[in-house]
């Protein structure tokens, strides 16, 4: 191995504190990022998240770009469908 893997090996070795606070930051992370995406019906994307683990950033990336978009529009969407029963029933 390299150092710096010896090195971080090292310190996680010595101090398990981190290696808990990583789990706890990637559980959390996947799982929001698991939830949106299942939210907003992305399939791929859910397929994706569930697959690759590359410590969390498919997750900030899907969280912070990419789950917006799908949520906005069908928002959008439930208000004009909202709107038009409304305007259908009077």
Same mark, same amino acid.
């Given at each position: 191995? @390299?150092?710096?893997?010896?090195? &971080?090996? @090292? &310190?996680?070795?010595s101090n398990p &504190? ?15 990022? *698991? ?12 397929i994706g998240l *569930?697959?690759?683990?590359?410590? /969390? &950033?498919?997750?900030?990336?899907? *969280? ?5 978009? /799908? /949520? ?19």
């Amino acid at each position: 191995m @390299t150092p710096d893997l010896d090195n &971080i090996f @090292t &310190i996680i070795r010595s101090n398990p &504190i981190f290696l808990l606070l990583y789990m706890a930051y990637n559980a959390v992370l996947k799982g929001l990022s *698991l939830w949106r995406a299942a939210k907003n019906s992305h399939k791929y994307w859910f397929i994706g998240l *569930l697959v690759v683990n590359l410590f /969390g &950033i498919p997750e900030i990336l899907y *969280l912070l770009y990419f789950s917006k978009k /799908g /949520g906005v529009q069908r928002e959008v969407l439930q208000k004009n469908i909202v709107k038009s029963k409304v305007k259908k029933a009077k």
